[in-house]
């Protein structure tokens, strides 16, 4: 199997917590789509757009179901916008192709009580007792870690990727690089900048702080921590704070931070560009989903609607 396609299979598992039965479909759409670009001497890296809708009209032709065909066209999409994420490729050959509209999934949900939960169970174990500097260190970076994809809804991938020099400690804002390379400025809250000050006082007293380039740097020297090891992390903190782990994953945090804002009254606008979403139809999902809970409560709670 292509490198390419392991990498995002990767991905998926780590940052989205896919289940294995999902990643085993990813698996054979891009098997399939790997064999056919082959068979035409193509690489992944460099099909373009024509070639792709040659291979979607031929699967069409062999005999796939609507569904089938949404489901290759879904799963070869989200390859494609890993590839140009990870600055593999800059033109997406998926652009402009849609398949038929079978609706879309609404994203899974952390309620703000579980996110408070988590938060509070790594606090008690950074105040529980004596800690030896390594275990500290370790629960007060997952704090700051938490504090800021939570206040600013940010990928995984681009928390690990802040500088030391992106932090501005005194105005409130990061700065933070996106997909496609684009720049954007979110704001902190106080409490996500104060855990963070708080884990750089305890990093400096490791390494020296003027040496370092990423704020969680990794074991390899100018590396940051990997996506996997923070997944693993996450995974592990929620256990510990009996929260259920299939249901919680670095992109879910993303997904809670969009839907409370949402949920409180804030604007969709302003949640586009703190998400860095660069058409407001991603953005508009979490409002679905804001509907949803609004038809629940009117059909459970509105009189008219109880039977006599």
């Known amino acids: 199997m292509s490198q390419l396609i392991e990498n995002f ?10 289940t294995q039965n999902t990643l085993t479909s990813y698996r054979h759409d891009l098997n399939n789509l790997s064999r056919y670009l082959n068979r035409k001497k193509l690489l992944l890296e460099k099909v373009e757009n024509a070639s792709m809708r040659e291979f979607f009209r031929e699967i069409s ?18 390859f494609y916008k890993f590839l140009f994420q990870e600055n593999i490729i800059t033109d997406n050959p998926m652009n402009g192709i849609e398949g038929p509209k079978l609706g879309r999934s609404l994203p899974k949900l952390l309620s703000e009580n579980s996110i ?19 275990k500290r260190l370790r629960h007060q970076r997952f704090l700051s ?42 704001p902190l809250t106080e409490e996500a900048l104060s855990e963070t000050r708080h884990y750089l006082d305890l990093l400096g007293c490791d390494r020296d702080l003027a040496k370092e380039t990423y704020l969680y740097p990794g074991s390899r020297k100018n590396k940051s921590l990997t996506r996997q090891y923070f997944a693993s992390e996450l995974k592990a903190y929620a256990r510990g704070a009996g929260l259920d782990e299939r249901n919680i994953s670095p992109h879910v945090l993303r997904h809670a931070f969009a839907s409370h804002l949402l949920q409180n009254g804030a604007d969709l606008r302003s949640v586009q560009q703190m998400l860095g979403h660069s058409d407001i139809s991603t953005t508009q999902i979490y409002t679905h989903i804001l509907d949803d809970k609004l038809k629940m409560a009117i059909k459970e709670n509105h009189p008219l609607s109880k039977k006599m």
């Not at 299979?9 to 896919?18: G, H, K, L, N, P």
């Open 61 to 78: 032709k062999n005999g796939a179901t609507s569904s089938s065909l949404a489901r290759h066209m879904s799963t070869i999409r989200q």
């Open 9 to 18: 299979i990767e991905m998926m598992s780590v940052e989205r917590a896919a």
């Open 116 to 134: 408070l939960k988590l938060i509070k169970h790594v606090k008690d174990l950074q105040t529980g007792g004596e800690l030896i500097h390594k």
């Open 145 to 186: 870690q938490i504090e800021i994809l939570y206040s600013t809804g940010m990928r995984v991938s681009e928390l690990l990727s802040i500088k030391i020099s992106d932090l501005n400690q005194h105005n409130y804002f990061l700065n933070v690089m996106g997909k496609g390379n684009k720049e954007r400025i979110v």
